[in-house]
């Protein structure tokens, strides 16, 4: 059925007038949208900055191999060819027992001749060369590790997921923790925009009465119930939208400046990465949930 211009310009502004006749149910409507989206923006926030420092810190996770005492130089040279030959090894650094000692001396000695020259017959690390080794894929850790351990001449095999398990935990805890949340605020929101347009069509009720009298179709008399829903559902997200953009990008620099120990091991997603999947989503849920609800709660309200 196509209406006149008219008609559209009437149908909303009747969906408007609803909306401010009906001011405290449309408020509440509102409030517990904004605060469901306001919810999925933190916590979609937090999320993707996790699974970004995962990612970053399955790049630093290494493993390294010690050989035995007693191994010759020319078989280190071939395990390390092996090693290099693994197709799931993205790098692996050779180093020496000397350079492990000068490393030692610099890092603990802090340039004291006096005691460096304790050892000066004497490397106590003679036993420590190694490789340390970095993957292309983190899952890919304990097979490699599993077939380390298989080399002659392996000695011991470091390695440490502890970080990462800890991550990928906190992931799904964070993960869970929302989708509970913002499923409980989700039906909320349902059910206060429902009552929003039950009331709203109860209040017009008579009117409606007469203008299908005259002629009016279903779709002109439930049209601006539909824009009752959607302008509910479109302000909802676009308040906690603008109130997450500001605290962010507040939060972003507030890390990088505070505490710049951290933001070297772990920068912050920019807003400008983010925020357009957020206000896709947000807006998705928003109106969504405005229509949808609205559709099929004016069909049970309206017996004309």
């Given amino acids: 059925m196509i209406m006149k211009g008219n008609a559209w310009s009437y149908c909303i502004r009747s969906g408007f ?33 996790v699974q970004s420092m995962a990612k970053k810190a399955e790049t630093t996770v290494g493993i390294t191999v010690f050989f ?44 004291n001749e006096l005691m460096a020259q304790a050892f000066a017959e004497d490397n106590p690390l003679s036993g420590s060369q190694s490789y340390e080794i970095f993957l292309n894929n983190i899952r890919d850790q304990q097979s490699i590790v599993d077939w380390l351990y298989s080399l002659d001449g392996v000695r011991q095999v470091n390695y440490s997921n502890a970080a990462v398990k800890g991550l990928s935990s906190l992931n799904r805890i964070i993960s869970s923790l929302s989708a509970v949340i913002i499923s409980v605020l989700l039906a909320v929101s349902v059910f206060l925009i429902s009552n929003t347009i039950s009331v709203a069509a109860q209040f017009r009720r008579r009117e409606n009465e007469i203008m299908k009298i005259i002629g009016a179709t279903n ?4 049209l601006p119930f539909l824009v009752e829903g959607v302008v509910l559902g479109f302000t909802g997200a676009a308040i906690p939208l603008i109130g997450i953009y500001l605290i962010y990008e507040k939060a972003v620099t507030y890390v990088n400046e505070r505490f710049v120990s951290i933001s070297t091991l ?39």
């Fill in 219 to 222: 779709f002109m008399i439930r």
């Fill in 266 to 304: 772990f920068s912050p997603i920019p807003i400008a990465s983010i925020f357009p999947a957020m206000i896709a989503v947000a807006m998705g849920l928003g109106v969504g949930v405005g229509f949808v609800v609205s559709f099929f709660t004016i069909r049970k309200s309206l017996k004309v």
């Fill in 68 to 111: 035995d005492d007693d191994i010759a130089q020319e078989q280190v040279e071939e395990i390390g060819k092996l090693i290099s030959e693994k197709p799931e090894i993205k790098s692996a650094n050779y180093t020496s027992a000397d350079d492990a000692w000068n490393e030692f001396k610099s890092d603990y000695f802090n340039n």
């Fill in 17 to 49: 007038k609803n909306i401010l006749h009906n001011k405290l149910f449309s408020a509440a409507s509102t409030a517990t949208i904004a605060a469901c989206i306001f919810l999925f923006c933190l916590f979609f926030a937090i999320v993707t900055n």
